[in-house]
């Protein structure tokens, strides 16, 4: 897969499911451009974007458009949901937390277990103004 492309692991008349991998955002955001190559500035391209452009190639023509449903980080890989219409969106939306009763992150780092014992870190993620 490649940076600007998505997998597909779901999909209905109602809502899409894809892969979204780390590197990419969500959504546009304010500053939602990239300097490629040669110092050219051009729009980011989206998990939100590219669903777009799938949905009105193959789907519903120039007007069709994905609504997202909640969001992930940049640097975060997994699957995002998203809805085909604004009414699916609000009521995934407003059954979320009650849906998603658990949440579960994986990370990947380069630490040298070599000189340290088994074993694995358990920690809680919380929000922090800081």
């Not at 992930?72 to 998603?100: C, P, Y």
């Not at 992150?105 to 070599?114: G, K, P, T």
């Amino acid at each position: 897969m490649g940076k600007d492309s998505l997998k597909i692991m779901y999909e209905d008349e109602h809502l899409i499911v894809v892969e979204k991998p780390s590197g990419m955002l969500s959504v546009k955001t304010s500053g939602g451009v990239r300097r490629t190559r040669g110092n050219t500035v051009r729009e980011e391209v989206t998990a939100h974007s590219l669903l777009n452009d799938y949905i009105r190639r193959s789907h519903r023509g120039r007007d069709a458009r994905v609504y997202i449903v909640h969001r992930l980080d940049r640097d975060t890989s997994g699957l995002m949901v998203f809805a085909k219409s604004e009414e699916i969106k609000h009521l995934l939306q407003e059954n979320w937390e009650n849906a998603v009763t658990r949440r579960g992150y994986v990370a990947v780092s380069n630490w040298d277990s070599r000189n340290a014992p088994e074993g694995s870190i358990k920690s809680w993620l919380k929000e922090n103004r800081a």
